[in-house]
Structures are given as C-alpha cells and as structure tokens.
C-alpha cells in the first residue's frame, strides 16, 4: 500500500500503577530512514529497542519518537546508612565536646542531616517487564502513526492516478497532431516551390525528400511510446506492496526527459502547448513522489 512519508501517532500505557508512559511519533520526508529517539536518561537502554521496532514497520523518513515517563511513586526505593561515616560523625562530635567542655548529645536525626550518611537507590529496573509496557505503548503509537500515512498515501495515489489520466491524453493528442504537422509543412513547402518556379509544377520527388527529412527531424513515436510505457509503469507501482518512492523518482525524471525531448522535436504550436501542459502535471507528480515512502 501507499504510503506518505509523514505520519503522527501518540499512545499511552501504565505500569502497575507506577508510572505513565506516552510515546509520540513523527517522521518528514527524508531519502533513507533516520531515526532519533528522546528518552529520559535512565531509559536509554530502550533506544536500540525502539528503533528496531520502527524499523520493522518503516522504510523511508526522518523518523522522531518522544517517550515520556511520569512517576507516580517511587517503587523500590533503598535507603542505606554508610555507618564508617556516621561512627566517624559521631566520634568528632563527641571529640569537639569533650575538648571545649560542651554537651555533646548525639541524636540519630542529627547525624543523619551530614553529607554521605545516607544514600538513597532504587533497585534495577526488570528491563524486559518495562520494555514490554513501552512497547506496547510504542506500538500503538506506531499503528496510529501508519494509518496516517496510508491515508495520506491513499490521496496522494488519487492525484497521481488522475494526473496520469491527464498525462495519457496529452500524448495521445501529440500522436494525432504530429502526422498533420508533416503534411502542413509538406503543403507550406509545395506553395513556396511554386512561388518560386512562377507556377511550374513543383518536383514530387524532391518535396518527398525535403517531407521525409523533415517528417524524421521532428518524429516523436519514440520518445511517446517510452513515455506512455513509463507512465504505465508508475501505475503498477502505485499498486505495489513494497515501498516505491524512489522507483516513482526515477519515472519522474524519465518521463520528464521525454517530454523535454517532444518539446525540443515541436515544430507546432498545438504540440508546444500540449508539452507545457504535460511538464506540469509532471512537476505536480514530481512533489507528490517526494513524500511517498
């Protein structure tokens, strides 16, 4: 199917009541895939895990994701008492009281307020139980994120169909037009041979030479037949499973040189404006495939 190569989704998930997880995802157009990933810091082992899951599903695009983790409460939370330096508190302040003669109570709160005594730790984090909870947030988030796209792709493959549609008809029309250019030219050059020769009957065989050299100058069978078949094939694309951005890219550019080269071959005004109105639709095509996947 189709697809856009930007997209936006966003789920939430919680963790046993714990924490709250919200991922985002966003992407814009870009030649390869690239992915970045904002995690709080403590999660970044969950980077290369939500990177593979994008990529399993995601081909083309600058690719954003945001997770964000709000702690409800602090689950696993150590507390620890270093007592070599609470002793070590305790032995200095009972020191300073006997040497200057002051009351040297010791409370247990007291000591607890110096630096290093405490220590407070949370216990590992069981990284497969989180990542499954992150996961299944990243993956609704990435579900949402691929129907954008598909419905943008959908769209995307109408206009191009249509403009396609357009494309064919205007070959067509060069098709037609180009055989009645050859016969008005052979007329212009039979009138001008009489002019010439005061109403003697021109030389037949020498205005077929003059016709077929011209009829070959200005012939476009070639640069139609492989536009039209360029065209065909974009419409097989646009039908593929697979990613076909840059497969449509390099029909773009093929069928634009071909109409380049109609153009340059015109000798009729009817085919030049038909070739303006074909580089065009070929232009609106060209934005288009630039932000297919």
């Given at each position: 199917?189709?697809?856009?190569?930007?997209?936006?989704?966003?789920?939430?998930?919680?963790?046993?009541?714990?924490?709250?997880?919200?991922?985002?995802?966003?992407?814009?157009?870009?030649?390869?895939?690239?992915?970045?990933?904002?995690?709080?810091?403590?999660?970044?082992?969950?980077?290369?895990?939500?990177?593979?899951?994008?990529?399993?599903?995601?081909?083309?695009?600058?690719?954003?994701?945001?997770?964000?983790?709000?702690?409800?409460?602090?689950?696993?939370?150590?507390?620890?008492?270093?007592?070599?330096?609470?002793?070590?508190?305790?032995?200095?302040?009972?020191?300073?009281?006997?040497?200057?003669?002051?009351?040297?109570?010791?409370?247990?709160?007291?000591?607890?307020?110096?630096?290093?005594?405490?220590?407070?730790?949370?216990?590992?984090?069981?990284?497969?139980?989180l990542?499954?909870?992150?996961?299944?947030?990243?993956?609704?988030?990435?579900?949402?994120?691929?129907?954008?796209?598909?419905?943008?792709?959908?769209?995307m493959?109408?206009?191009?169909?249509?403009?396609?549609?357009?494309?064919?008809?205007?070959?067509?029309?060069?098709?037609?037009?180009?055989?009645k250019?050859?016969?008005?030219?052979?007329?212009?050059?039979?009138?001008?041979?009489?002019?010439?020769?005061?109403?003697?009957?021109?030389?037949?065989q020498?205005?077929?030479?003059?016709?077929?050299?011209?009829?070959?100058?200005?012939?476009?069978?070639?640069?139609?037949?492989?536009?039209?078949?360029?065209?065909?094939?974009?419409?097989?694309?646009?039908?593929?499973?697979?990613?076909?951005?840059?497969?449509?890219?390099?029909?773009?550019q093929?069928?634009?040189?071909?109409?380049?080269?109609?153009?340059?071959?015109?000798?009729?005004?009817?085919?030049?404006?038909?070739?303006?109105?074909?580089?065009?639709?070929?232009?609106?095509?060209?934005?288009?495939?630039?932000?297919?996947?």
């Open positions: 199917m189709l697809k856009s190569m930007t997209g936006y989704g966003r789920a939430q998930a919680s963790v046993e009541g714990s924490m709250e997880l919200t991922c985002e995802i966003r992407s814009v157009n870009h030649r390869f895939f690239e992915f970045s990933a904002r995690v709080p810091r403590q999660y970044s082992f969950l980077e290369d895990k939500l990177k593979g899951l994008v990529q399993s599903r995601v081909f083309r695009g600058k690719i954003d994701l945001f997770l964000t983790v709000n702690q409800l409460n602090m689950p696993g939370t150590v507390i620890t008492v270093n007592h070599t330096v609470a002793k070590g508190y305790i032995s200095a302040l009972r020191e300073i009281g006997e040497q200057y003669g002051l009351p040297h109570t010791v409370t247990a709160e007291q000591v607890a307020r110096y630096p290093d005594v405490l220590t407070i730790s949370k216990e590992p984090e069981d990284e497969e139980a990542w499954e909870q992150v996961g299944r947030a990243a993956t609704a988030a990435l579900e949402q994120f691929i129907h954008m796209r598909e419905t943008e792709g959908a769209r493959k109408a206009d191009i169909l249509n403009r396609c549609g357009v494309l064919e008809a205007k070959v067509a029309f060069v098709e037609s037009q180009s055989p250019t050859v016969q008005a030219y052979r007329e212009r050059l039979e009138e001008r041979v009489r002019e010439l020769l005061d109403s003697a009957e021109a030389d037949e020498r205005l077929l030479t003059e016709t077929a050299v011209f009829a070959d100058k200005i012939a476009v069978a070639e640069e139609t037949v492989r536009l039209r078949s360029h065209l065909s094939q974009m419409r097989e694309l646009l039908d593929a499973p697979e990613p076909v951005g840059r497969k449509l890219d390099f029909l773009v093929e069928c634009n040189r071909e109409t380049n080269t109609i153009g340059s071959k015109a000798q009729d005004v009817e085919i030049t404006r038909a070739v303006l109105d074909m580089k065009s639709e070929i232009e609106k095509i060209r934005e288009q495939v630039q932000n297919i996947e």
